[in-house]
């Protein structure tokens, strides 16, 4: 289990490859990544039931330890 998988502009695969080696917690979506890949790649978590953070579209992302 991955809790948390940090996604930047440079990351060219797809939410779905990673999915099917490790169980995903959450990911979270930094603001390198253009809008139509943003799009994308929500849309791609929507669709495997993986919950997603957007720093372009909710800002910081914050998490307590």
Not at 12 to 28: A, E, P, Q, T, W
């Amino acid at each position: 289990r991955i809790d948390l998988v940090f996604v930047s502009g440079k990351f060219l695969n797809n939410i779905s490859d990673l999915s099917k080696f490790y169980n995903i917690g959450r990911v979270v979506i930094d603001s390198s990544v253009k809008e139509k890949r943003l799009n994308y790649l929500i849309e791609e978590c929507r669709q495997l039931g993986i919950p997603y953070y957007s720093v372009t579209r909710s800002g910081a992302f914050v998490c307590d330890l």
